[in-house]
Protein backbone atom coordinates (compact mmCIF):
# COMPACT_ATOMS: atom_id res chain seq x y z
CA UNK A 1 0.00 0.00 0.00
CA UNK A 2 1.51 3.39 -0.89
CA UNK A 3 -1.60 5.88 -0.06
CA UNK A 4 -0.32 9.64 -1.22
CA UNK A 5 -0.85 12.27 1.43
CA UNK A 6 -3.96 14.48 0.44
CA UNK A 7 -3.00 17.98 0.57
CA UNK A 8 -5.23 21.12 0.21
CA UNK A 9 -8.24 18.17 0.17
CA UNK A 10 -10.64 21.01 0.28
CA UNK A 11 -9.43 22.11 -3.27
CA UNK A 12 -9.99 18.64 -4.74
CA UNK A 13 -12.84 17.36 -6.78
CA UNK A 14 -13.60 14.03 -3.90
CA UNK A 15 -13.15 11.47 -6.88
CA UNK A 16 -9.98 12.63 -7.22
CA UNK A 17 -9.56 12.15 -3.24
CA UNK A 18 -10.99 8.66 -3.19
CA UNK A 19 -8.33 7.82 -5.65
CA UNK A 20 -5.38 9.03 -3.64
CA UNK A 21 -6.36 7.51 -0.38
CA UNK A 22 -7.42 4.00 -2.62
CA UNK A 23 -10.81 3.93 -0.57
CA UNK A 24 -14.65 4.66 -1.49
CA UNK A 25 -17.96 6.43 0.16
CA UNK A 26 -18.45 2.84 1.03
CA UNK A 27 -15.55 2.83 3.74
CA UNK A 28 -12.37 0.75 3.83
CA UNK A 29 -11.87 -3.11 3.86
CA UNK A 30 -11.78 -4.16 7.90
CA UNK A 31 -8.06 -5.68 7.20
CA UNK A 32 -7.13 -2.64 5.13
CA UNK A 33 -7.85 -0.49 7.59
CA UNK A 34 -6.05 -2.66 9.98
CA UNK A 35 -2.85 -2.51 8.00
CA UNK A 36 -3.19 1.34 7.59
CA UNK A 37 -3.50 1.63 11.19
CA UNK A 38 0.45 -0.12 11.73
CA UNK A 39 1.60 2.11 8.72
CA UNK A 40 0.04 5.69 10.25
CA UNK A 41 -0.16 4.78 13.80
CA UNK A 42 -2.93 5.87 15.98
CA UNK A 43 -5.08 8.88 15.40
CA UNK A 44 -4.48 10.88 19.17
CA UNK A 45 -1.87 14.00 20.04
CA UNK A 46 1.73 12.28 21.02
CA UNK A 47 3.20 14.41 23.75
CA UNK A 48 6.27 14.86 23.95
CA UNK A 49 8.16 14.02 27.26
CA UNK A 50 8.11 16.69 29.36
CA UNK A 51 10.11 17.82 32.38
CA UNK A 52 10.21 15.12 35.31
CA UNK A 53 8.86 15.81 38.53
CA UNK A 54 12.62 16.27 40.16
CA UNK A 55 13.51 18.58 37.04
CA UNK A 56 10.77 20.81 38.06
CA UNK A 57 11.77 20.78 41.81
CA UNK A 58 14.59 21.88 41.37
CA UNK A 59 14.21 24.52 39.21
CA UNK A 60 12.43 26.05 41.67
CA UNK A 61 15.25 25.35 44.00
CA UNK A 62 17.77 26.81 41.67
CA UNK A 63 17.26 30.81 42.08
CA UNK A 64 19.35 33.32 43.58
CA UNK A 65 17.26 34.33 46.51
CA UNK A 66 16.94 30.61 47.45
CA UNK A 67 20.87 30.16 47.46
CA UNK A 68 21.23 33.24 49.65
CA UNK A 69 19.06 31.93 52.39
CA UNK A 70 20.72 28.45 51.76
CA UNK A 71 23.66 30.03 52.62
CA UNK A 72 22.50 32.03 55.16
CA UNK A 73 21.11 28.23 57.16
CA UNK A 74 24.18 26.92 56.87
CA UNK A 75 26.01 29.90 58.62
CA UNK A 76 23.77 30.14 61.45
CA UNK A 77 23.94 26.04 61.91
CA UNK A 78 27.39 26.38 62.30
CA UNK A 79 27.34 28.80 64.71
CA UNK A 80 25.12 26.90 67.16
CA UNK A 81 21.76 28.23 66.01
CA UNK A 82 19.91 26.07 64.18
CA UNK A 83 16.15 27.40 65.57
CA UNK A 84 17.07 29.92 62.76
CA UNK A 85 18.16 27.88 60.18
CA UNK A 86 14.63 25.49 60.83
CA UNK A 87 12.83 28.99 59.75
CA UNK A 88 14.97 29.66 56.93
CA UNK A 89 14.52 26.38 55.74
CA UNK A 90 10.51 26.63 56.11
CA UNK A 91 10.24 29.68 53.91
CA UNK A 92 12.56 27.85 51.54
CA UNK A 93 10.23 25.10 51.63
CA UNK A 94 6.91 26.94 51.22
CA UNK A 95 8.47 28.76 48.02
CA UNK A 96 9.86 25.67 46.45
CA UNK A 97 5.76 23.97 46.93
CA UNK A 98 3.85 26.90 45.60
CA UNK A 99 6.38 27.32 42.68
CA UNK A 100 6.07 23.38 42.14
CA UNK A 101 2.69 22.87 42.39
CA UNK A 102 1.92 25.86 39.73
CA UNK A 103 4.90 24.57 37.03
CA UNK A 104 3.51 21.22 37.20
CA UNK A 105 -0.22 22.19 36.88
CA UNK A 106 1.06 24.10 33.44
CA UNK A 107 2.78 20.62 32.26
CA UNK A 108 -0.57 19.37 31.68
CA UNK A 109 -1.12 21.32 28.58
CA UNK A 110 -1.49 18.91 26.31
CA UNK A 111 -3.40 16.92 27.93
CA UNK A 112 -6.32 19.52 27.71
CA UNK A 113 -5.88 19.29 23.67
CA UNK A 114 -6.28 15.58 23.96
CA UNK A 115 -9.74 16.16 25.98
CA UNK A 116 -10.77 17.96 23.23
CA UNK A 117 -10.43 14.66 21.21
CA UNK A 118 -13.76 12.20 19.96
CA UNK A 119 -13.87 9.39 22.50
CA UNK A 120 -16.04 7.33 19.90
CA UNK A 121 -15.91 7.54 16.14
CA UNK A 122 -19.32 5.99 13.42
CA UNK A 123 -17.44 4.66 10.77
CA UNK A 124 -18.71 2.91 7.60
CA UNK A 125 -16.60 0.04 6.64
CA UNK A 126 -16.82 -3.15 4.12
CA UNK A 127 -16.57 -6.98 5.00
CA UNK A 128 -15.04 -9.57 3.23
CA UNK A 129 -18.16 -10.23 1.44
CA UNK A 130 -18.72 -6.61 0.52
CA UNK A 131 -21.95 -5.46 2.86
CA UNK A 132 -21.37 -1.96 4.25
CA UNK A 133 -21.96 -1.74 7.72
CA UNK A 134 -21.40 0.90 10.55
CA UNK A 135 -19.24 0.59 13.36
CA UNK A 136 -18.67 2.18 16.17
CA UNK A 137 -15.14 2.59 17.39
CA UNK A 138 -12.61 4.29 19.21
CA UNK A 139 -11.56 8.04 17.61
CA UNK A 140 -7.98 6.84 18.18
CA UNK A 141 -8.17 3.50 15.38
CA UNK A 142 -9.52 5.79 13.04
CA UNK A 143 -7.20 5.87 9.68
CA UNK A 144 -6.73 8.25 6.52
CA UNK A 145 -9.47 6.83 3.87
CA UNK A 146 -11.93 6.09 6.99
CA UNK A 147 -15.29 7.16 5.82
CA UNK A 148 -16.84 9.31 9.02
CA UNK A 149 -20.30 8.92 9.88
CA UNK A 150 -21.21 12.50 11.53
CA UNK A 151 -24.80 13.46 13.66
CA UNK A 152 -25.76 16.12 15.29
CA UNK A 153 -24.31 16.48 19.12
CA UNK A 154 -21.15 14.46 17.40
CA UNK A 155 -17.18 15.61 18.13
CA UNK A 156 -15.47 14.96 14.42
CA UNK A 157 -12.33 12.59 15.70
CA UNK A 158 -10.32 13.43 12.34
CA UNK A 159 -9.78 16.13 9.65
CA UNK A 160 -11.92 14.92 6.71
CA UNK A 161 -13.73 16.36 3.64
CA UNK A 162 -17.13 16.36 3.50
CA UNK A 163 -19.19 14.22 0.65
CA UNK A 164 -22.22 14.56 1.75
CA UNK A 165 -24.32 16.93 4.08
CA UNK A 166 -27.91 17.71 5.44
CA UNK A 167 -28.20 21.14 6.92
CA UNK A 168 -24.89 20.44 8.74
CA UNK A 169 -23.71 23.00 11.45
CA UNK A 170 -20.46 22.93 13.24
CA UNK A 171 -19.00 24.40 15.93
CA UNK A 172 -15.53 25.37 15.46
CA UNK A 173 -14.69 28.06 17.82
CA UNK A 174 -11.75 25.96 19.88
CA UNK A 175 -10.12 25.93 15.94
CA UNK A 176 -10.77 29.20 14.55
CA UNK A 177 -12.13 31.34 17.75
CA UNK A 178 -15.80 32.37 15.70
CA UNK A 179 -18.41 31.74 18.51
CA UNK A 180 -20.52 31.10 15.78
CA UNK A 181 -21.19 27.88 14.12
CA UNK A 182 -20.47 27.10 10.37
CA UNK A 183 -22.62 26.23 7.71
CA UNK A 184 -21.05 23.31 5.55
CA UNK A 185 -21.07 22.21 2.07
CA UNK A 186 -19.52 19.33 -0.45
CA UNK A 187 -18.38 22.26 -3.18
CA UNK A 188 -15.15 22.67 -4.34
CA UNK A 189 -13.05 25.66 -3.12
CA UNK A 190 -10.58 27.75 -4.39
CA UNK A 191 -6.95 26.76 -2.80
CA UNK A 192 -5.89 29.72 -0.96
CA UNK A 193 -7.93 30.23 1.65
CA UNK A 194 -7.94 29.97 5.68
CA UNK A 195 -8.92 27.26 7.51
CA UNK A 196 -12.35 28.96 8.67
CA UNK A 197 -13.36 29.49 5.38
CA UNK A 198 -13.15 25.60 4.10
CA UNK A 199 -16.96 24.73 4.32
CA UNK A 200 -16.83 21.93 2.56
CA UNK A 201 -13.90 20.34 5.58
CA UNK A 202 -14.52 19.14 8.96
CA UNK A 203 -11.61 19.27 11.67
CA UNK A 204 -10.59 17.22 14.47
CA UNK A 205 -12.25 18.32 17.66
CA UNK A 206 -14.80 20.07 16.42
CA UNK A 207 -18.24 20.13 17.24
CA UNK A 208 -21.43 18.96 14.95
CA UNK A 209 -24.36 21.42 16.34
CA UNK A 210 -27.08 20.54 13.94
CA UNK A 211 -27.45 18.04 11.36
CA UNK A 212 -25.62 14.92 9.64
CA UNK A 213 -23.05 14.07 7.15
CA UNK A 214 -20.65 11.67 6.17
CA UNK A 215 -17.11 12.66 5.43
CA UNK A 216 -13.89 10.93 4.07
CA UNK A 217 -10.79 11.09 6.45
CA UNK A 218 -8.00 13.01 4.92
CA UNK A 219 -5.20 13.45 8.21
CA UNK A 220 -5.08 11.64 11.09
CA UNK A 221 -3.35 12.45 14.87
CA UNK A 222 -0.40 15.03 14.72
CA UNK A 223 -1.12 15.81 10.91
CA UNK A 224 -4.32 17.23 11.62
CA UNK A 225 -4.75 20.65 12.83
CA UNK A 226 -5.49 19.84 15.98
CA UNK A 227 -2.15 18.05 16.05
CA UNK A 228 -0.33 21.22 14.25
CA UNK A 229 -1.88 22.80 17.03
CA UNK A 230 -0.21 20.71 19.71
CA UNK A 231 2.68 20.81 17.57
CA UNK A 232 3.32 24.49 17.64
CA UNK A 233 2.61 24.33 22.04
CA UNK A 234 5.45 21.76 22.90
CA UNK A 235 7.79 23.69 20.62
CA UNK A 236 6.79 27.13 21.86
CA UNK A 237 9.75 28.24 24.03
CA UNK A 238 9.53 30.03 27.06
CA UNK A 239 10.43 33.53 27.91
CA UNK A 240 10.28 34.67 31.33
CA UNK A 241 7.52 37.47 32.03
CA UNK A 242 8.44 40.88 33.34
CA UNK A 243 7.61 40.47 36.83
CA UNK A 244 10.11 37.65 36.99
CA UNK A 245 12.27 39.75 35.84
CA UNK A 246 12.04 42.29 37.97
CA UNK A 247 12.21 39.80 41.12
CA UNK A 248 15.25 38.31 39.37
CA UNK A 249 17.16 41.77 39.06
CA UNK A 250 15.67 43.13 42.83
CA UNK A 251 17.29 39.44 44.24
CA UNK A 252 20.89 40.05 42.92
CA UNK A 253 20.52 43.72 44.29
CA UNK A 254 19.36 42.91 47.44
CA UNK A 255 21.79 39.47 47.28
CA UNK A 256 24.82 42.19 47.12
CA UNK A 257 23.52 44.74 49.40
CA UNK A 258 23.22 41.71 52.10
CA UNK A 259 26.82 40.82 51.58
CA UNK A 260 28.18 44.03 51.50
CA UNK A 261 25.95 44.55 54.94
CA UNK A 262 27.61 41.46 56.51
CA UNK A 263 30.96 42.36 55.58
CA UNK A 264 30.89 46.03 56.91
CA UNK A 265 29.21 44.99 60.10
CA UNK A 266 32.09 41.85 60.40
CA UNK A 267 34.41 44.60 59.83
CA UNK A 268 33.44 47.24 62.17
CA UNK A 269 32.81 44.62 64.65
CA UNK A 270 36.22 42.91 64.06
CA UNK A 271 37.66 46.91 64.73
CA UNK A 272 35.30 47.13 67.93
CA UNK A 273 37.11 44.34 69.82
CA UNK A 274 33.64 42.04 69.65
CA UNK A 275 33.95 38.55 70.35
CA UNK A 276 34.07 36.71 66.54
CA UNK A 277 31.00 34.57 67.37
CA UNK A 278 28.64 37.60 68.40
CA UNK A 279 30.25 39.37 64.96
CA UNK A 280 28.98 36.07 63.13
CA UNK A 281 25.46 36.41 64.47
CA UNK A 282 24.56 40.18 64.01
CA UNK A 283 26.37 39.72 60.81
CA UNK A 284 24.18 36.73 59.76
CA UNK A 285 20.98 38.39 61.23
CA UNK A 286 21.77 41.43 59.25
CA UNK A 287 22.18 39.55 55.87
CA UNK A 288 18.55 37.45 56.67
CA UNK A 289 16.89 41.09 57.24
CA UNK A 290 17.63 42.22 54.20
CA UNK A 291 16.33 39.61 52.07
CA UNK A 292 12.64 39.59 51.39
CA UNK A 293 12.24 35.76 51.77
CA UNK A 294 8.49 36.47 51.76
CA UNK A 295 8.45 38.23 47.99
CA UNK A 296 7.64 34.63 45.76
CA UNK A 297 4.65 33.90 48.16
CA UNK A 298 3.44 37.09 47.84
CA UNK A 299 3.63 37.31 44.07
CA UNK A 300 1.73 34.30 43.87
CA UNK A 301 -0.55 34.99 45.84
CA UNK A 302 -0.93 38.39 44.57
CA UNK A 303 -1.15 36.78 41.17
CA UNK A 304 -4.00 34.19 42.27
CA UNK A 305 -6.05 37.22 43.46
CA UNK A 306 -6.06 38.53 40.10
CA UNK A 307 -6.60 35.29 37.91
CA UNK A 308 -9.89 34.89 40.21
CA UNK A 309 -11.16 38.11 39.64
CA UNK A 310 -10.53 37.40 36.23
CA UNK A 311 -12.61 34.49 36.66
CA UNK A 312 -15.85 36.18 37.29
CA UNK A 313 -15.96 38.11 34.48
CA UNK A 314 -15.57 34.50 32.47
CA UNK A 315 -11.91 35.00 31.72
CA UNK A 316 -10.21 31.67 32.98
CA UNK A 317 -6.71 31.69 32.92
CA UNK A 318 -4.55 28.17 33.27
CA UNK A 319 -1.39 30.05 34.17
CA UNK A 320 -1.06 32.70 36.87
CA UNK A 321 2.03 34.27 35.39
CA UNK A 322 -0.03 35.03 32.15
CA UNK A 323 -1.99 37.61 34.38
CA UNK A 324 1.32 39.54 34.67
CA UNK A 325 1.40 38.51 30.53
CA UNK A 326 -1.69 40.82 30.09
CA UNK A 327 -1.16 43.56 32.22
CA UNK A 328 2.36 44.42 30.41
CA UNK A 329 0.34 44.39 26.79
CA UNK A 330 0.13 47.44 25.00
CA UNK A 331 -1.42 46.91 21.46
CA UNK A 332 -3.31 43.98 19.84
CA UNK A 333 -3.63 43.33 16.36
CA UNK A 334 -6.47 40.78 15.15
CA UNK A 335 -9.43 40.55 13.12
CA UNK A 336 -10.83 38.58 15.38
CA UNK A 337 -13.34 41.30 16.73
CA UNK A 338 -16.00 39.32 18.28
CA UNK A 339 -13.76 36.86 20.32
CA UNK A 340 -11.83 40.20 21.56
CA UNK A 341 -14.79 42.36 22.71
CA UNK A 342 -17.44 41.42 25.28
CA UNK A 343 -19.07 39.72 22.39
CA UNK A 344 -22.26 41.63 23.34
CA UNK A 345 -24.91 43.28 21.23
CA UNK A 346 -26.87 46.28 21.93
CA UNK A 347 -30.12 47.47 19.93
CA UNK A 348 -29.32 51.36 19.18
CA UNK A 349 -32.43 51.96 17.00
CA UNK A 350 -36.07 50.81 16.58
CA UNK A 351 -37.42 51.44 13.17
CA UNK A 352 -41.30 51.72 13.55
CA UNK A 353 -44.11 52.54 11.23
CA UNK A 354 -43.94 55.80 11.43
CA UNK A 355 -41.08 56.61 13.90
CA UNK A 356 -37.12 56.03 13.88
CA UNK A 357 -35.99 55.64 17.83
CA UNK A 358 -32.64 55.98 19.24
CA UNK A 359 -32.30 53.36 22.20
CA UNK A 360 -29.75 54.75 24.85
CA UNK A 361 -27.41 52.18 27.09
CA UNK A 362 -24.88 50.07 26.61
CA UNK A 363 -23.83 45.90 26.78
CA UNK A 364 -26.37 43.73 28.43
CA UNK A 365 -27.25 46.36 31.38
CA UNK A 366 -31.55 46.70 31.16
CA UNK A 367 -31.30 50.36 31.68
CA UNK A 368 -32.13 52.99 28.97
CA UNK A 369 -34.11 55.35 27.35
CA UNK A 370 -36.10 55.67 24.29
CA UNK A 371 -36.30 59.37 22.17
CA UNK A 372 -38.68 60.05 19.91
CA UNK A 373 -37.96 63.45 18.05
CA UNK A 374 -35.01 63.71 20.11
CA UNK A 375 -37.20 63.89 23.79
CA UNK A 376 -37.46 60.77 25.68
CA UNK A 377 -40.82 58.98 25.70
CA UNK A 378 -42.19 56.04 27.49
CA UNK A 379 -42.42 53.25 25.62
CA UNK A 380 -45.45 52.50 27.15
CA UNK A 381 -46.93 55.70 25.52
CA UNK A 382 -46.01 54.13 21.79
CA UNK A 383 -48.40 51.61 20.84
CA UNK A 384 -46.02 50.59 18.06
CA UNK A 385 -43.24 49.63 20.39
CA UNK A 386 -45.44 47.66 22.09
CA UNK A 387 -46.11 45.11 19.88
CA UNK A 388 -42.53 45.14 19.01
CA UNK A 389 -41.83 44.64 22.37
CA UNK A 390 -43.82 41.52 22.49
CA UNK A 391 -41.82 39.81 19.67
CA UNK A 392 -38.53 40.37 21.09
CA UNK A 393 -39.53 38.92 24.23
CA UNK A 394 -41.93 35.92 23.00
CA UNK A 395 -39.85 34.76 20.21
CA UNK A 396 -36.94 34.55 22.23
CA UNK A 397 -34.72 31.38 23.67
CA UNK A 398 -32.00 33.62 25.64
CA UNK A 399 -31.97 34.78 29.12
CA UNK A 400 -30.34 38.02 31.29
CA UNK A 401 -28.77 37.08 34.38
CA UNK A 402 -27.72 39.47 36.87
CA UNK A 403 -24.56 39.03 38.84
CA UNK A 404 -22.67 40.84 42.08
CA UNK A 405 -19.68 40.73 43.45
CA UNK A 406 -17.72 43.24 45.76
CA UNK A 407 -17.55 46.70 43.44
CA UNK A 408 -20.48 46.21 41.28
CA UNK A 409 -23.66 44.21 39.62
CA UNK A 410 -23.04 43.47 35.77
CA UNK A 411 -25.27 40.98 33.41
CA UNK A 412 -24.46 38.28 31.09
CA UNK A 413 -26.59 36.16 28.77
CA UNK A 414 -27.51 32.84 28.43
CA UNK A 415 -28.12 32.18 25.18
CA UNK A 416 -27.44 33.89 21.41
CA UNK A 417 -26.18 37.42 21.70
CA UNK A 418 -28.69 38.97 19.52
CA UNK A 419 -31.53 37.89 21.30
CA UNK A 420 -29.82 38.86 24.59
CA UNK A 421 -30.06 42.27 23.14
CA UNK A 422 -33.33 42.31 22.38
CA UNK A 423 -34.68 41.04 25.59
CA UNK A 424 -32.41 43.81 27.07
CA UNK A 425 -34.06 46.18 24.55
CA UNK A 426 -37.39 45.03 26.04
CA UNK A 427 -36.52 45.63 29.52
CA UNK A 428 -35.38 49.05 29.08
CA UNK A 429 -39.15 49.35 28.96
CA UNK A 430 -39.77 48.17 32.33
CA UNK A 431 -41.22 44.57 30.75
CA UNK A 432 -40.92 42.25 33.40
CA UNK A 433 -39.61 38.85 30.75
CA UNK A 434 -40.85 36.19 33.25
CA UNK A 435 -44.30 37.50 33.81
CA UNK A 436 -44.96 38.41 30.42
CA UNK A 437 -43.82 34.52 29.27
CA UNK A 438 -46.30 33.22 32.04
CA UNK A 439 -49.07 35.52 30.47
CA UNK A 440 -48.33 34.19 27.24
CA UNK A 441 -47.15 30.51 27.38
CA UNK A 442 -45.92 29.22 24.47
CA UNK A 443 -47.72 26.26 22.95
CA UNK A 444 -45.55 25.78 19.83
CA UNK A 445 -42.54 26.63 17.56
CA UNK A 446 -40.67 26.94 14.57
CA UNK A 447 -36.95 27.64 15.60
CA UNK A 448 -34.68 29.42 13.47
CA UNK A 449 -32.62 27.72 10.81
CA UNK A 450 -30.35 29.41 8.04
CA UNK A 451 -33.03 27.71 4.86
CA UNK A 452 -36.01 29.15 6.21
CA UNK A 453 -34.19 32.27 7.96
CA UNK A 454 -36.87 33.00 10.40
CA UNK A 455 -38.28 31.76 13.79
CA UNK A 456 -41.55 32.03 14.93
CA UNK A 457 -43.55 31.48 18.15
CA UNK A 458 -46.94 30.56 18.99
CA UNK A 459 -48.72 31.42 22.34
CA UNK A 460 -51.99 31.47 24.38
CA UNK A 461 -53.44 34.96 24.82
CA UNK A 462 -55.03 35.15 28.10
CA UNK A 463 -57.40 37.82 27.16
CA UNK A 464 -58.39 36.26 24.01
CA UNK A 465 -59.10 32.59 22.73
CA UNK A 466 -57.25 33.32 19.70
CA UNK A 467 -52.90 32.17 19.03
CA UNK A 468 -50.54 34.87 19.40
CA UNK A 469 -47.72 34.68 16.56
CA UNK A 470 -44.92 36.20 17.13
CA UNK A 471 -42.41 36.04 14.08
CA UNK A 472 -38.58 37.08 13.71
CA UNK A 473 -35.69 36.71 10.94
CA UNK A 474 -34.42 38.17 7.94
CA UNK A 475 -36.30 41.29 6.37
CA UNK A 476 -36.77 39.48 3.13
CA UNK A 477 -38.41 36.66 4.84
CA UNK A 478 -40.64 38.34 7.21
CA UNK A 479 -42.10 40.91 4.25
CA UNK A 480 -43.22 38.09 2.31
CA UNK A 481 -45.57 37.06 5.17
CA UNK A 482 -46.90 40.63 5.94
Known sequence: MNVKEVKKAHAMPIDEIIEQLETSKYGLYENEAKRRLDTYGTNEIVEKKGRTKMEILLKQINNPLNWILLIVAIITILIDHPQDA??????????TIIGFIQEYKAENAI???????????????RTENDKDIEFEIPSRYVVPGDVLILNSGDKVPADARLFECMNLHVDESMLTGESVPVSKKTDL????????????MVFSGTLIVHGRAKAIVTKTGMQSEMGKIASIIQEAEEIEIPIKKGIKKLTKMLGLLALVLSISVFIIGLIKGIAIQEIMLFAVASAVSSIP????????????????????RNAIIRKLKAVDTLGSISAIVSDKTGTLTTNQMTVRKIWTESHLIPVTGEGYKPKGRFLINGEETPPSEHQELQKIFDIMILCNDANLRDHKDEKEEYWTVNGDPTEGALIVAAMKADIEKDRYEIEHPRVDEIPFDSAHKYMATFHKNNNSSKVLTCVKGAPEKVLLMC
Open 86 to 95: YVIFGVISIN
Open 111 to 125: ESLKKMGAPQAEVLR
Open 189 to 200: LKKEISIGDRKN
Open 293 to 312: EGLPIVVTVTLAIAVGKMAK
